[in-house]
């Protein structure tokens, strides 16, 4: 025991002297998240719909055919009048190009997907899950995305 403690008190005593201070990390300005894009979603249900998306977004292009989209800490809100709905949007979207030129498109966790009025299903969706479907490289709807992959919640009967 004798020798246990004079051992012991020289590590700590050399950890305490050799520990460097503690740094403190910059300031960070508090407030509301920054407005990465905002505008109006026209066609896609019976109204119009001003939208705002806060957080932020990452682009991960892997080559000429595959893309990765993450959006972590990313916030959607959207409005119909004085109905306003807002859902944590953290999802990823993994595109990769065809030979014949479409869209294989997986969409992995909390995702938004809009369809316009020409698709089989043509409205704004959160959907939670992992959903696969195909589209054209204008945004035309080849396959549509399976409802039963997940949690699928319609945002224009929510806003109506």
Not at 129 to 155: R, S, W
Request: hydrophobic share 40%; aromatic share 6%.
């Amino acid at each position: 025991m004798k020798r246990f403690f004079p051992l012991a008190v020289l590590v700590l005593s050399t950890l305490g002297f050799s520990a460097a201070p503690a740094a403190a990390a910059p300031a960070t300005p508090k407030g509301p998240p920054a407005v990465i894009d905002s505008g109006t979603l026209v066609g896609f249900c019976s109204f119009e719909v001003p939208y705002s998306v806060t957080g932020k977004t990452k682009v991960i292009t892997t080559g000429t055919a595959r893309t990765i989209t993450i959006s972590p800490a990313q916030k959607i809100t959207l409005q119909n009048g004085k109905k306003t709905v807002s859902y944590v949007i953290t999802g990823t979207r993994r595109e990769v190009v065809r030979t014949d030129g479409n869209l294989d498109v997986n969409v992995t966790g909390r995702n938004i997907l809009i369809n316009n009025q020409s698709t089989a299903q043509p409205g704004i969706f959160l959907v939670v899950g992992n959903f696969n479907f195909v589209l054209t490289p204008k945004g035309g709807e080849v396959t549509p995305f399976n409802p039963a992959d997940g949690q699928v919640t319609n945002i224009c009967e929510a806003l109506a």
